[in-house]
């Protein structure tokens, strides 16, 4: 099984989301029970990890969390969301499908009653909750009161520091889509307890402090089990936050100085680019991966879910079943996903092999015409020798997720060089430049001997398209409203269309704003 060895206890599934956001699982193996051994804390650990791949009853109309509206739950899985607000949303990606939920997305027509909105934000509360259980439980006093031994203590003060993580990247991405959240911590009541929002500025330095604080209780880079947390995760996480200080702490707040320092703490701990780049999206890219940070682990046998990779390739294919074993799911595709045409466009020299498409035309004039847009190949359930892993069914794929990868810390130092940040060095900035394009090319033929701003968020886009960050760095760039920049189908039209700056927040789900009256919603909404 290519995930962490831990096993995944139907004992510790915990309840569904609810709108207190601090619940405490729902069976009576708690407390003294389930956390009175250091084997007990790694179970329960498992499931904080496997939040973010597992829903509780794929196929049974159960979930983790329950949005009206969503009866598929595999549509509640992390990753599948974060594609839909951070790729769907943008010239990257449009969708075929005929749901009033998930057209206006990319679109921009965006609601507080848009289920998929409601499912992003309770997907990572829900991740946040069972987070919360575990670091409640694993004080130093909790672990003083069960008499462990030094070692398993250690383990335990270990396991917290990866839970406050998995806790402060629920509250990175919360940040960076909603702006200002509702905030609730371990210190908080258990129950009927209604959690208060918290600014987006406040939230952005409470993320800095716990990422911080927990440095010297993460394992050291490459130590850890595959799949778990370890040091240069949390100082990746860092580098990317930085780099979009400016973002979420306003005009004139910018953090590249760090943005340097937290990359080039990744940079210099050991990673070195895959030599192939596809290779890094195949079903075995668990296997001798020295750029894998952290992944997102999926198995098609252990832990099936129609969310994650398997979402992402097959929503890409189409239903040819040649075409569809040829990438590993002889099932059949679904076809639905694609690109408009400026992501296959950034590829204007052949030469690079990023360019990981299938067929289609560029141009869509009709958005629900599945054969119209480029397919995106970038995923596969294949292994890097040919071969296809086993799926019970032909569709459910065994591809993890790179979350964190070494490519992404390149690009942060490359660009917060560009901007001004100190501590860095064109010179290296180039280097890493060039070894991406080196990479892409096979060869030296495609290196620079300069770049602008503008080339490194084209080089962002052909890098890292699909993985969770288009949004994100347009609106870095200043191109993700207004009409500065338009792509296809933006804003409801098929040439584009200015849309308003209040788009940059998504709204608080309505739900939320129901249940929690303490809330104010994003502006504009």
């Known amino acids: 099984m290519k995930s962490i060895t831990i096993i995944f206890p139907a004992l510790i599934l915990l309840a569904s989301c609810s709108k207190n956001l601090n619940r405490e699982p729902a069976n009576t193996n708690t407390g003294s029970i389930q956390y009175s051994t250091a084997a007990g ?7 904080v990890y496997g939040a973010y791949a597992l829903i509780s009853s794929q196929g049974t109309g159960a979930s983790d969390i329950n949005v009206t509206g969503i009866s598929d739950v595999g549509e509640t899985d992390f990753i599948r969301l974060l594609f839909n607000m951070q790729e769907l949303t943008t010239d990257n990606a449009i969708c075929a499908w005929d749901d009033p939920y998930l057209q206006p997305l990319h679109n921009l027509d965006l609601a507080s009653g848009n289920v998929y909105v409601a499912a992003m934000y309770d997907r990572s509360f829900f991740q946040i909750t069972v987070a919360n259980d575990f670091i409640r439980n694993s ?3 909790a672990i003083a009161a069960h008499g462990f031994n030094s070692q398993d203590a250690a383990d335990i003060r270990h396991y917290r520091a990866e839970a406050r993580f998995l806790r402060a990247y629920q509250y990175y991405v919360l940040m960076d889509l909603f702006g200002s959240p509702a905030f609730v911590t371990e210190g908080d009541p258990v129950g009927a307890y209604i959690p208060k929002q918290i600014a987006r500025v406040d939230l952005f330095h409470y993320i800095e402090s716990e990422l911080k604080a927990i440095d010297t209780s993460l394992i050291a880079p490459h130590q850890n089990e595959y799949a778990r947390v370890d040091q240069a995760a949390e100082w990746a996480l860092l580098a990317r936050m930085y780099l979009n200080a400016d973002t979420y702490l306003g005009t004139g707040n910018d953090h590249y100085t760090d943005a340097i320092t937290y990359s080039s703490k990744v940079i210099n701990a050991g990673y070195s680019l895959m030599p192939t780049f596809s290779n890094l999206f195949m079903s075995d890219n668990n296997v001798n991966n020295p750029e894998l940070i952290l992944p997102i682990p999926y198995d098609a046998v252990n832990a099936q879910n129609y969310g994650g990779t398997t979402f992402l390739i097959c929503s890409a294919h189409n239903t040819d079943p040649t075409d569809d074993a040829a990438y ?3 099932g059949g595709g679904w076809l639905g ?3 408009t045409a400026p992501l296959p466009a950034a590829f204007t020299d052949p030469a690079d092999q990023r360019a990981l498409f299938g067929p289609g035309a560029p141009a869509i004039n009709s958005v629900l015409d599945f054969t119209q847009g ?9 292994t890097s020798t040919g071969t296809t892993p086993y799926s019970p069914n032909g569709v459910l794929c065994s591809t993890d997720f790179p979350l964190f990868r070494l490519a992404e810390q390149y690009l942060i130092y490359i660009e917060a060089v560009a901007r001004g940040g100190t501590g860095g060095d064109p010179a290296t900035a180039l280097s890493y430049f060039n070894l991406l394009r080196t990479r892409a090319y096979g060869n030296t033929n495609g290196n620079v001997g300069s770049y602008t701003l503008t080339d490194i968020l084209n080089e ?6 699909w993985e969770g960050f288009r949004r994100t760095d347009l609106i870095r760039y200043g191109m993700f409203t207004g009409g500065t920049y338009l792509w296809p189908w933006k804003g409801g039209a098929q040439a584009g269309a200015a849309v308003d700056t209040h788009l940059g927040l998504m709204p608080l789900p309505a739900t939320e704003l129901n249940s929690n009256p303490g809330l104010i919603q994003n502006p504009g909404y």
């Open 41 to 47: 804390y790694k179970q329960v650990l498992a499931k």
């Open 139 to 141: 004080s130093d006093a």
């Open 328 to 330: 590993g799911i002889p």
């Open 337 to 339: 996903n694609r690109s």
């Open 374 to 382: 480029v397919e995106v190949y970038k995923f596969t359930n294949k």
């Open 460 to 465: 962002r886009q052909k890098e890292l398209y």
